[in-house]
């Protein structure tokens, strides 16, 4: 069961987002929101010139100390910020101020919670970079903990009642993790489970979702199959089943796929990541 969850906070609307989603599973499962905001300061320091006109290494360097000072302050305002939010909706939060790398703080960090709440798109380099960085996409290849991927606007809120949760299942030893760790954070116990496998096959299709299945049964989680025989892209073939279904989150393995497959067929993770209209629960 998800008692406590890691909000990374970077002032982008997909952080506000992803706020909004804690806060509803919150309300869910009365887990503690720890909203994390981080400095980059060895980024900052990396930018910063060593030497002056001449030669001349700076005595004071005024601006690295300047930047990094912006950066505490916008990263204090993120945090006052969550905090109001989750007092306003009487949810248990706490704050967090790192600094580093972001990706390898919010890696260290996580190890002390249950899940991890990301924008879709990041800026946790705001200071030093201009729009998105890939902090969100390091994240998901070296978590240890499940991460929820949550896009700028939420369709669906996840406490509305009987909307349910889409399992993307295909087999692999990363969709199976993935199964497994949604099934122990409580989650698939307050909604209604679909599980979807998609193959060219229909009656492998049946197979692989029966194998899901069956592992949900076996802790007492009912859940519907739907198996889909078809040759077409498997992230379009999720997201038309997502929008039918009215489902508030997809569970999937990510990055699954490798070698020549991924190159010339693209990663069903990534084109999710582009294209689903609702978060996405994801371990590797």
Known sequence: MVRSILVGLDGSDFS??????????????????VGLGIVDEPTIRELEPSLIAGGVPYAEPMLFRERVDHARREVEGFLADFSVRCARAGVPCKLLEDRGYPDERIELESQRYDLILLGRQSRF??????GYDDTTNRILKTSPRPVIV??????????????PVLVAYDGSVQASRALHEFRTSGLAASSPVVVASVHVDAVEAARI????IDYLRFHDVKAEAQPIASRLPASRLLVSECELRGAWMIVMGCYGQSGFREFFLGSVTRN?????PVPLFLFH
């Not at 506000?16 to 929101?33: D, F, H, Q, Y």
């Not at 999710?272 to 689903?276: D, F, G, N, Q, V």
């Open 150 to 163: 949550v896009p700028a606007d939420l369709p669906v809120v996840p406490d509305e009642p009987g909307r």
């Open 125 to 130: 380099r705001f200071e030093t970079q201009e």
């Open 209 to 212: 979702a029966e194998r899901a």
């Open 272 to 276: 999710l990541l582009r294209e689903s």
């Open 16 to 33: 506000k987002s992803a706020v909004e989603m804690g806060i509803a599973l919150s309300r869910r499962t009365g887990a503690l929101l």
